[in-house]
């Protein structure tokens, strides 16, 4: 039988068996010997004595190599210096796979090394912890939503038409016809929102962005609730509560993780209750004082959100951006011509864009002029103008950025930790 590392606390003083890999090792003297060991589910430090231990595992260590696969038995003891509060009094050791020359040493390594490397990385500290603080929060959205009344609606990956504009679509053959992978679910979602009132999707979402920031990648994970009869004030509402659940239950869940990953929560503690509004003309004023080269009308830079975003110690959003940058589907203000009722989320310490969305064009004659005026092909909208043909309704909804997410909450000073393999610009290997 084989006992995990995170289980070990309710075996004290029995014999186990632990499987795994050897995360770090250290032949003191003749007399004793220490392994840490890793099994996916935690660290464990193994010390064998002699005497204490077969004397055919003391003579075994000497063949003991960084992630070298291993069958470890032993009594686990209380230890408070140990990670997870336990070590193992080892007594049997079996190699199981040999290692040579495992590349990721305990020097420092560089990012593209690391990178072309991720297959391997994946099993260093931080990367687990990071990684398991993505899982968490996936699992957070999917039972805020679940919990709330929400239908999952998955929506496809190959699409014929483009949602966020034609300027980064991935085009691919689709047999005799052409298909773009999907940019995001959402017109997808506003039917759904039609037949289930509540409804989202949470899938990979691409876009062919041939640029190299460290707040994009060409694949992403997006969640996209859509709601029938909200407004834009509504849609705030929603993504206020929603932000608020599921950055309070991951720093709760996954606290072990974020300690490893030495970020200090305590400002995403505060993260509770309404957040600040500013309308777009006011998010500009706070700019332009900061940035005097922002010309008013234009979308906000990495900068520009971070001007914003210092400013508050809660996210932010920013709503009613001019119609002009953004996609045809944004529903006018009618009390603000040229305005729109779209709305962006801005994480705090400079995190940027969270969410983006709004309210939706219900008028299937704006739209159409809309689809004209984004040169977009009339003919592939036809489904989507079916929503505002048959039974036309207010709704609204919005999109969350995974990987932005967690770089915020891990403190990741780049996106491409986030995701286990990361699809970039001029990356995409492994
Ligand atoms: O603002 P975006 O483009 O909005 C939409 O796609 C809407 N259709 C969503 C909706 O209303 N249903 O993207 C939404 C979010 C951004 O706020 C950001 O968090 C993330 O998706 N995002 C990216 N994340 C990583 N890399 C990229 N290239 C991203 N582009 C957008
Ligand atoms: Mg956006």
């Known amino acids: 039988m084989r006992t995990y590392i995170s289980d070990l606390k309710d075996h004290i003083g029995e014999e186990v068996t632990l499987k795994g890999w050897v995360y770090n090792y250290r032949a003191s003297s003749k007399k004793i010997k220490f392994l840490i060991l890793r099994d996916g589910t935690g660290l464990c430090q193994c010390v064998y004595f002699k005497g204490e231990c077969e004397e055919e595992a003391i003579e075994l260590f000497s063949e003991v190599t960084q992630e070298a696969c291993v069958e470890v038995t032993g009594v686990p003891r209380i230890e408070e210096r140990s990670p997870g509060g336990v070590e193992l009094g080892a007594q049997k050791l079996k190699i199981l796979s040999k290692t040579v020359d495992y590349p990721i040493t305990p020097k420092e390594h560089g990012t593209d090394f690391l990178m072309n490397h991720r297959h391997l990385w994946l099993r260093s500290k931080k990367q687990h912890a990071a990684l398991r603080v993505r899982a968490e929060l996936i699992s957070a959205i999917r039972d805020f939503f679940n919990g709330d009344g929400f239908t999952l609606v998955d929506a496809p990956i190959f699409t014929p038409s483009s949602c966020e504009g034609t300027s980064n679509l991935f085009e691919t053959n689709y047999f005799d016809d052409k298909a773009y992978l999907s940019q995001s679910g959402q017109l997808y979602m506003e039917a759904a929102a039609a037949a289930f009132g509540k409804a989202y999707c949470f899938g ?227």
């Open 204 to 430: 990979p979402t691409f876009r062919a962005e041939k640029s190299k920031t460290r707040r994009h990648l060409i694949e992403f994970w997006m969640v996209e609730p859509e709601v029938a009869f909200n407004d834009l004030y509504d849609n705030m509402e929603l993504a206020e509560k929603f932000v608020e659940y599921i950055i309070q239950r991951t720093i709760k869940n996954k606290a072990e993780e974020l300690k490893i990953l030495e970020r200090d929560t305590s400002g995403l503690e505060k993260i509770k209750g309404e957040f600040p509004r500013l309308h777009y003309k006011e998010a500009v004023e706070i700019i332009k004082k900061e940035n005097p080269n922002f010309i008013d009308g234009d979308d906000f830079g990495g900068t520009d959100e971070t001007i914003i975003s210092s400013k508050f110690d809660k996210p932010v959003f920013v709503h009613h951006f001019p119609s002009a940058i953004k996609a045809f589907y944004m529903k006018e203000d009618e009390n603000e011509k040229g305005y729109s009722l779209s709305c962006d989320m801005l994480g705090t310490d400079g995190y940027g864009e969270i969410i983006g969305g709004g309210q939706r064009e219900e008028s299937i004659d704006v739209l159409q002029d809309k689809i004209k005026e984004h040169n977009l092909d009339m003919k592939d909208f036809q489904w989507y103008l079916d929503v505002r043909r048959y039974g036309s309704f207010p709704h609204s909804g919005f999109g969350l950025g995974i990987e932005r997410t967690v770089a915020w909450i891990c403190g990741l000073p780049h996106i491409r930790e986030t995701i286990p393999f990361p699809r970039m610009y001029g990356r995409l290997h492994p």
